[in-house]
């Protein structure tokens, strides 16, 4: 059977506001499986934001349930939430948000120390990791060195490190231009095909969500459309 690494069930959210709560989600049901390549999609004010913090962590919902790897994580304490987001998920952000004053190996590095992994282990892990993503000879540049794109890879190869059971990427090609997102992709594609990794990707650009196998869309805190790819881009662009 195949294990949800994602399942979400009335994920609602409010914000407090002035004039009383304001609802942003309203009741969103998702469930992500092992292996899946999902990209997010939906116009500003749609609730993705939102949805992907309470996916990875960062937020809680008003109500309804949320389920990584089958624990129950939507109500937790901030240092348990923190545990859960070294422990299960790698983020790969439109920035690319590197220590500039630290090796490329010692950015990677990062989440390990956290999760208390010793000294040579995580140096042997962020070498790997690097090579993974073409920057096996680059374990001692700093970020300034290198360029955008290798960066980016930089961010991804750090996000890998602790093997999590998910990657949540927002906007991961945002800074980037159109010849050096595509490698991005092509990279990100090939760590779900060959190694099985579970992405979910938050993007407005269309070629990009085309990189995905499964798309999903909100549209005012509501999941408009959730199936293949192709079908949802052409429902979106007959909006636009």
Known sequence: MTTAVIR?????????????????????????????FVAVMGPSGSGKSTFMSILGCLDSPTSGDYFLNGESVGYREAAQLAAIRNRAIGFV????????????????????????????ERRAR??????????????????????????QRVAIARALVNR??????????????????????????????????????????????????RLVRLVDGLMAYDGPVAEGLKQHLEMH
């Not at 979400?8 to 309203?26: D, N, Y």
């Not at 952000?93 to 040579?120: C, E, H, K, M, W």
């Not at 790997?128 to 993503?133: C, F, I």
């Open 8 to 36: 979400t069930r009335g994920i609602i959210k409010e914000f407090a506001s002035g004039t009383g709560p304001v609802r942003i989600l309203h009741g969103i049901d998702l469930q992500v499986d092992a292996g899946e």
């Open 93 to 120: 952000f439109q920035g690319f948000n590197l220590l500039p004053r630290s090796t490329l190996a010692d950015n990677v590095a990062l989440p390990l120390i956290y999760a208390g992994v010793p000294v040579a």
């Open 126 to 151: 962020a070498a790997d990791m690097l090579a993974r993503v073409g920057l096996g000879t680059r374990l001692d540049a700093y970020p300034a060195q290198i360029s955008g794109g290798q960066q």
């Open 164 to 213: 999590p059971a998910l990657v949540l990427a927002d906007e991961p090609t945002g800074n980037l231009d159109t010849r050096t997102s595509a490698e991005i992709m092509a990279l990100f594609e090939s760590l779900n095909r060959d190694d099985g990794i579970t992405i979910l990707l938050v993007t407005h650009e269309t070629d990009i969500a085309m990189h995905a196998k």
